[in-house]
């Protein structure tokens, strides 16, 4: 998920420099990768299978901008878990005097570690369903028709993110 961001910003900008097809062979080098290849079947774009051209490609680059800036949120939870969770002992030098699970520097460690370990636990589950939501509609990039539902929900998901990151704000 690290490299949605990047690679969509690479494709953007490989498109309007006529190298939609080099941009769509990134996309699927990492999506075989990470994911493994791609089921055979599927109807082909514009009747040519893997040749993805670029308002395809250029398509596929802006939803996996949007996907990746969500799987942002998630993994902000992982590092809060590792800093505020793992190594709360070290980045909160006390008094603990008013922490969860004080007084003592173990007991708010423990509580601490505790409480963020669900959080870690729902973050990974949700970075592992945006990796195969964004490995579905890498299918479009060797010719195949993906779902309706796919760009459905691509294309909902960032809703709620947007509210949650918004409420964040608000709280801090």
Known sequence: MAALLPLAVAALLAVPLGRARAAAGWWLRLR???LGPLPPG???VAGRPGRAGGLVVAGHAVLSLLLGAVALLPFGALLAFVFRGVCYGLVDP???DT???GP???GAWAAHFLVGLPMAA???LLLAGLAALHGRLSGVLAGQRPARWVFAVALTVPLP???LFVAWLHQI
Request: proline letters at 5%; hydrophobic letters at 50%.
């Open 32 to 34: 075989s990768r990470l």
């Open 42 to 44: 599927g109807a082909g």
């Open 94 to 96: 006390g008094p603990y």
């Open 99 to 101: 922490s969860w699970g």
């Open 104 to 106: 003592s520097r173990a």
């Open 122 to 124: 729902v973050a990974l």
């Open 161 to 163: 993110a947007v509210a």
